[in-house]
């Protein structure tokens, strides 16, 4: 996946005369980790949109591996280069399976959207849901971080990506913690309802919505 984000970054900054960006900054999830790019729910967004109508344009800067330190060192760069009206935080769960403290956590998620917010792009936090073998108190911290933000800054909050999914062991991969190429278009939905407005709302204000 490496090889994908360098494609990513050599490619031409995205202006807004091809569309409003929506930026996606996550992990293996996002990434399509174990499944073809096609099949991945990053790709099924682009379908989606194309489908609706909307006009935008989706850069997929996702890592297989991302933790929310990594993210908050590329996000700078990624920002200038593309400009995006959305972005999508798609981090925390590698940081929540190395048992980061929650306190590095909560400070890396906040400077990236405060990063976001000060280059003019509306948010979605999305989050996911830590095995139990990780204790009570883990995570229930780490889902009050995500829940805490979102709150804090006002922002559309998806508080497990893998919802409906993870607890189907025919939808995840023989790891346990990677979903099927089956199982893309549930996180799509899964998280649908929160990016739609956010989409609406860029697409109006740009005065380029040309779909139904």
């Known amino acids: 996946m490496v090889f994908w984000f360098l494609l990513v970054s050599l490619m ?3 202006p807004f005369a091809q569309g409003p960006v929506v930026l996606i900054l996550g992990d293996s999830l996002s990434a399509g980790y ?7 729910w990053v790709a099924l967004l682009e ?3 194309q489908a609706s109508g909307l006009p935008h344009q989706v850069v997929n800067a996702s890592l297989s591996g991302e933790t929310s330190g990594g993210g908050l060192t590329r ?10 009206a959305v972005v999508v935080i798609e981090l925390g769960a590698n940081d929540g399976l190395r048992g980061l403290g929650l306190d590095r956590l ?6 990236m959207i405060a990063h976001a917010k000060t280059a003019g792009a509306r948010v979605l936090l999305i989050g996911v849901r830590l095995p139990p073998n990780y204790g009570a108190a883990y995570t ?3 889902q009050g971080v995500f829940s805490a933000l979102a709150q804090g800054y006002g922002l559309p909050l998806v508080p497990d990506l893998l919802q409906g999914v993870a607890e189907e ?7 346990a913690l990677h979903p099927t190429a089956e199982a893309q ?24 919505r040309d779909g139904p």
């Open 75 to 84: 996000l700078p760069a990624l920002l200038e280069r593309h400009r995006p």
């Open 140 to 142: 229930q911290g780490f």
């Open 169 to 175: 062991w025919d939808l995840m991969q023989a790891d």
């Open 47 to 49: 379908q989606r949109l």
């Open 34 to 40: 174990g499944i073809d790019l096609e099949r991945g």
């Open 106 to 111: 909560r400070a890396n998620l906040e400077s």
């Open 185 to 208: 278009p549930r996180l799509l939905d899964n998280l649908w309802t929160a990016l739609e407005p956010l989409l609406l709302e860029t697409a109006q204000a740009l005065g380029r």
């Open 12 to 14: 031409p900054a995205s």
